[in-house]
């Protein structure tokens, strides 16, 4: 059993920044895939992006290319989520997830954390 732990929303300006960070525990941290999904209200929850077990590989949502960036340190069982010129159609819940291999639905992801609200709004 995976426990992951998102931290690190709140409220942002447009145009702003916030680093989201996930903590694993109960399980090995390397052997995942780790990625970040979204959902806001009355929306599906989307993939944002993922990250392969070495952190060699990335992939995002078209979305959020090139304001975003997903990153892991598996020594200390960490993935964060760099988010930068934040628009306010990126206010969501934000949600850490742990995979066996590449998979943009949710349905594909094995583990999942509680999520942590990003709200960016003037």
């Known amino acids: 059993q995976v426990q992951l732990v998102e931290s690190g929303g709140g409220l942002v300006r447009p145009g702003g920044s916030l680093r989201l960070s996930c903590a694993a525990s109960?399980?090995?941290?390397?052997?995942?895939?780790m990625n970040w999904f979204r959902q806001a209200p009355g929306k599906e929850r989307e993939f944002v992006a993922g990250?392969?077990?070495?952190?060699?590989?990335?992939y995002y949502a078209d979305s959020v290319k090139g304001r975003f960036t997903i990153s892991r340190d598996n020594a200390k069982n960490t993935v964060h989520l760099q988010m930068s010129s934040l628009k306010p159609e990126d206010t969501a819940v934000y949600y850490c997830?742990?995979?066996?291999?590449?998979?943009?639905?949710?349905?594909?992801?094995?583990?999942w954390g509680k999520g942590t609200l990003v709200t960016v709004s003037s």
């Open positions: 997830a742990a995979s066996y291999g590449y998979r943009s639905s949710p349905r594909g992801m094995a583990y």
């Open positions: 109960g399980g090995t941290f390397s052997g995942y895939y």
């Open positions: 990250i392969t077990w070495n952190g060699g590989s990335t």
